[in-house]
């Protein structure tokens, strides 16, 4: 599986942003699709997943209320809709992929994308 993630850029505290993950492969439907973030200095953190079985959702604390996970198996696509934003949303956003697991841990996701900056202006 290989995936590009997309949509990051530069907005205002408030603003919103839909980021893109775009998956090739086989059996796109049967990975768990994450997305993850990384700030200068920090390690990679969980912020949304949507599981392979009936699109069941997960939030970090911190995004929850404010930003959606969303899949279309038949375009191979997965969304990360980000609404209310705040400075302390600026990262690289990761989209990653994790086979028939459901889980917040990084180490089970066998597959990552480039990732794409977000950037938000306070």
């Known amino acids: 599986v290989q995936l590009q993630a997309s949509g990051g850029g530069l907005v205002q505290a408030g603003g919103s942003l839909r980021l893109s993950c775009a998956a090739s492969?086989?059996?796109?439907?049967?990975?768990?699709m994450g997305w993850f973030r990384q700030a200068p200095g920090n390690e990679r953190e969980f912020v949304a997943a949507?599981?392979?079985?009936?699109?069941?959702?997960d939030y970090s604390d911190s995004v929850k209320g404010r930003f959606t996970i969303s899949r279309d198996d038949a375009k191979n696509m997965v969304y990360l809709q980000m609404n209310s934003l705040k400075s302390e949303d600026t990262a690289v956003y990761y989209c990653?992929?994790?086979?028939?697991?459901?889980?917040?841990?990084?180490?089970?996701?066998?597959?990552w994308g480039q990732g794409t900056q977000v950037t938000v202006s306070s």
């Open positions: 492969g086989r059996s796109f439907s049967k990975y768990t």
């Open positions: 990653g992929a994790d086979w028939q697991n459901f889980t917040r841990s990084r180490a089970s996701y066998e597959y």
């Open positions: 949507i599981s392979w079985y009936g699109g069941i959702t």
